[in-house]
């Protein structure tokens, strides 16, 4: 578990340098759809999946293009 965040950002760093952001979100906000399908999966286990397209476009992409940074 301790290396979890580490390969998180590992992944979402490679995600970031093809995308045309303008700045660096912080490492909150790396890992943050991580977290969240994390919190889901353990606190939510007997519900629907989570519509992570959706989580994207209406949580992550918004935390990505309005603060968290460096």
Known sequence: MTQ???????????IIDN?????????????????LLRYHGIMIPH?????????VDEIILPAFYSGGLC
């Not at 519900?47 to 989580?55: F, G, I, K, N």
């Open 4 to 14: 979890v965040p580490r390969v998180n950002m590992k992944m979402m760093t490679k």
């Open 19 to 35: 995308d045309e952001l303008d700045h660096d979100p912080n490492e909150r906000v790396h890992i943050l759809l991580f977290e």
């Open 47 to 55: 519900s629907v999946e989570p519509d992570v397209p959706a989580v």
